[in-house]
């Protein structure tokens, strides 16, 4: 006798309405970084616009903004490194992470995701 196996649920979705509009202003917070003065700025209205209307571009806006704090904040911390020519590697350390974990985040927006950050200050929740 052949047994029927039960069913294959399908796999639990933190973001189930994760729509095209909500990604693409996802994936527009992660991109601000290519901005320069939108650094800070692009994420913030995003996620007070968009955080009553969706859970899921609040969550990609408010961990963009937490990490472009913090690569302000470690980019102010480089300053005085500079001094001793430490800094210059640091710094560049950083710019060079900022554009690759902008990607890899953008990436993850785009598929229905949330990308968090490494080494981010939490400071928005």
């Known amino acids: 006798m052949d047994a029927i196996p039960p069913p294959i649920s399908p796999p639990p979705q933190s ?45 990609n806006a408010r961990e963009a903004l937490n990490f472009h704090i913090s690569v302000m904040i470690y980019f102010l911390c480089c300053i005085p490194l500079c ?17 690759i974990f902008a990607i890899i ?8 995701g949330c990308y968090h950050y490494p ?3 939490r400071l928005i929740h």
Request: proline share 1%; net charge neutral.
């Open 15 to 59: 973001f189930l309405s994760a729509r095209g509009n909500d990604k693409i202003w996802s994936m527009f917070c992660h991109l601000s970084v290519f901005l320069g003065i939108g650094l800070i700025l692009v994420p913030l209205v995003v996620y007070l616009a968009m955080r009553h209307e969706s859970e899921y571009v609040a969550a």
């Open 83 to 99: 001094f001793v020519l430490v800094g210059f590697f640091f710094a560049a350390a950083v710019g060079i992470c900022m554009y």
């Open 105 to 112: 985040a953008t990436i993850k927006a785009s598929d229905g």
């Open 119 to 121: 080494l981010t200050l």
